[in-house]
């Protein structure tokens, strides 16, 4: 479960170039719910992550994960209960690292650690066994760098890291963006399979509405750092994207323009 009341964030406070980047934000995550985060460039989506995972301190509010505020935690102790994979396939894996050592280090993740043998012989069948579900033939590729993979094998090696350990929360943020078409959808399926099996709680956010629309059970719509929609269960189910459209305008207090899908 993930908590946020009256998150405020500001960037250049008191300068010209202050940006109200997150304005009152108040939402509440239940275990195992799968929420698509979309709007417009500069609505606060990234921002609201960073925020999560600890990568800056809110100006006021507070976030709770579990029973417990962290709102004051940095963001290596938030790593214990927050995933994270970010849109750059290149980030959240070791490049001169073999795939097995990486994988032996996501396995550690929230324990302490000691001087004893990296990869053991148990953890090899384990990984092999994690590794076949990404149908990649990664599993007989333990010892190969991860530098020497693709972009799409990167990702999806990413995203088998981040919970193998359960998080209390995983947060996607744009985790297919720099992908090709069929690439990233092979990610997708991988993603909601495994958030599915797992029972993770997880935020993610898009760009693509029919994927907002299509994954998850509950999304959410941002403009200018507010939570404009917040839609769930039948709401979420019947849309389309012309509806999601309209919904937006209509909070806007706007009409739709047709030719302005500046959410896609």
């Known amino acids: 479960m993930i908590r946020l009341e009256h998150i405020v964030k500001y960037f250049h406070k008191g300068s010209v170039n202050e940006v109200f980047a997150l304005n ?12 698509t ?3 417009s460039n500069g609505a606060g989506k990234s921002t609201l992550l960073n925020c999560i995972a600890g990568s800056f301190f809110p100006d006021s509010g507070k976030i709770f ?16 209960l927050i995933s994270r994979v ?19 280090l996501a396995a550690l993740r929230g324990q302490k650690r000691g001087l004893g043998r990296g990869v053991k012989g148990s953890d090899r069948e384990r990984f092999r066994t994690e590794l076949r579900q990404l149908g990649l033939g990664l599993e007989d590729r333990l010892l190969d760098k991860v530098g020497l993979l693709s972009g799409g094998q990167r990702q999806a090696l990413t995203m088998l ?18 992908l090709d078409p069929k690439t990233a959808g092979h990610i997708l399926s991988l993603t909601e399979e495994i958030v599915a ?13 029919k994927h907002a629309i299509s994954f998850g059970n509950r999304l959410l719509m941002l403009h200018q750092g507010r939570v404009l929609l917040d839609l769930c269960g039948s709401d979420k189910k019947t849309l389309t994207v012309k509806d999601l459209l309209e919904q937006f305008y209509l ?10 899908l500046l959410l896609g």
């Open 24 to 35: 009152d934000i108040t939402l509440r995550l239940a275990e195992g719910d799968f929420v």
């Open 37 to 39: 985060v979309i709007g």
């Open 65 to 80: 994960i579990g029973a417990g505020d962290v709102t004051r935690w940095p963001e290596y102790r938030r790593a214990a």
């Open 86 to 104: 970010f849109q750059n396939p290149l980030l959240g894996t070791c490049p001169s690292a073999t795939i097995e050592q990486n994988m032996a």
């Open 161 to 178: 890291m981040a919970t193998m350990v359960k998080p209390e929360v995983l947060l996607l943020d744009e985790h297919i963006a720099a």
């Open 197 to 209: 099996s797992r029972g993770l709680t997880t935020m993610m956010i898009t760009h693509n509405m």
């Open 251 to 260: 909070a806007q207090g706007e009409e739709l323009a047709m030719d302005s």
